[in-house]
Every structure is written in C-alpha cells, then in structure tokens.
C-alpha cells in the first residue's frame, strides 16, 4: 500500500511556544488529507480536512487559529499548533487518499506525539 | 450524523481459539464504507480488513473476518486462530461514500493469553 510519514514521531515543546508537524504522502499525490488527535486510551477524532490549495475544513470544537494547516503541495500537509499548552498534549495522526488509485481506505502515518511542558 | 458503538472496551483469547469483536453504527446512507483498524503499541493504524457496504458477501482475510449485517447495522470482527501478535486495540471505522474520512469508534483493547 502506499506510505504516509509523520514528522516528527515525538516532539516536546515548552508552554506558550508553537510546533509543527508535517505529513507527506511519499509515492503518491493527495489533494486531501486527514488531521486526527488521539488522546491517551481513547478514539481517533477527527480535528480537521486539509485541502490542498484551499482552506482547511475544520470539525465543530476545533480552533482553527489554534491549529493551523496548510497543505501547499500534492504530497505534504503540515498541522501548526500555536501557542501550545499542556491540554494540547496528544497524539497527532495524518491520512490521505491516492489520488490516482483506486484503493477504498485512506492511508495513515505512524503518528506524532506531541508533549506540552 | 453517523456514529460508530464499540461495546466491548476489552476483550481476552487464549492463544489459539476464537474471538469475536462487535462493532454497531447508525447511518441513514446507503453506499458506505466498514473497516477494521488494529493499533498496535507503536500507534501505527494497521489496517484489518473492509467492507464494502454494497456487497453482501462477508469479507475475510486469512485468520480474519467480518459478520457484516447491514439491515442490522452490525459489523462484527471474527479472528480465527489467534496469535500472540494479535494483542492490539482494534477500531472499528466508517467512512461514506463520497468522502475519505473516517468516523472511529472507542475501541477494543484484545489481549492473547498464552
């Protein structure tokens, strides 16, 4: 299948700062990708769809000034948190479909786990 | 809006038997998408195995299948023979037609008893 990749896969940032984090499809293009935020034991949520070249969509509850995301290519979105407090702390998974492939799922990157201290 | 009910926060096998995982959703669409996503320690979604709404046919993958009942709106994960390497949450996961993201459900947290 094709390969989605997070980075960074651990981050920690102090209280007040910002963080990106980046997610490339590596052998295909995506016009759409997919921003979800696992707290520890439970579900994936969905924060966010990333378009590329347009403004994000953003899920009801999401800041979208708190998390801002660009998705400037066919191969790479980047989910920016500002001004980051420790509540922010979370996993941070990406998807994003193929384009041009005929697959039914989206494919998602390994994760990034985000620690506000 | 759809939603997806997994009931079972944690389930136990013995290394080598049988176990079934449930997985209820509510949706007023009729062309949609089921998954089953493992998540393993490391985090990374693996996926399980899919189902598309508009096949009756059950889907399987080797040790793997689903008990897919659309007038129901069930859609159970059966594993067959399990496996040490089995142990991992298991989300069940809906997406619709026209769209490539995903509604999860809670999870089930399998153990494999040795």
């Known amino acids: 299948g094709a390969v989605v990749s997070q980075h960074p896969s651990r981050v920690i940032c102090k209280s007040g700062t910002s963080v990106k984090i980046e997610c490339r499809s590596l052998?295909?293009?995506?016009?759409?990708m997919f921003w979800y935020r696992q707290f520890p034991k439970q579900s994936l949520m969905l924060m966010a769809t990333?378009?590329?070249?347009?403004?994000?969509?953003?899920e009801q509850g999401v800041e979208k000034d708190k998390f801002l995301i660009n998705h400037a290519s066919l191969t790479l979105s980047t989910l920016t948190v500002t001004s980051a407090h420790p509540e922010d702390s979370s996993f941070y998974i990406c998807?994003?479909?193929?384009?041009?492939?005929?697959?039914?799922?989206?494919?998602f990157g390994q994760g990034t786990r985000l620690t506000v201290v | 809006a759809q939603t997806v009910t997994q009931s079972q926060p944690e389930m136990s096998v013995q290394e080598a038997e049988t176990v079934t995982l449930s997985c209820t959703y509510d949706?007023?669409?009729?062309?949609?998408?089921l998954f089953w996503y493992k998540q393993p320690p490391s985090r990374q979604m693996i996926l399980v195995i899919r189902?598309?709404?508009?096949?009756?046919q059950n889907a399987t993958e080797n040790r793997f299948s689903v008990n897919f009942q659309k007038a129901a709106k069930s859609f159970s994960l059966k594993i067959s023979d399990s496996q040490l390497g089995d142990a991992a949450m298991y989300f069940c996961?809906?997406?619709?037609?026209?769209?490539?993201?995903?509604?999860f459900g809670t999870g089930t947290r399998l153990k494999v008893l040795a």
């Open positions: 998807s994003a479909r193929d384009l041009w492939g005929e697959d039914t799922e989206a494919f």
């Open positions: 052998d295909f293009q995506a016009t759409t």
């Open positions: 990333s378009n590329e070249g347009s403004k994000a969509t953003y």
């Open positions: 949706t007023s669409e009729s062309d949609y998408y």
């Open positions: 189902q598309e709404a508009y096949k009756q």
């Open positions: 996961a809906y997406r619709s037609a026209g769209t490539y993201k995903y509604i």
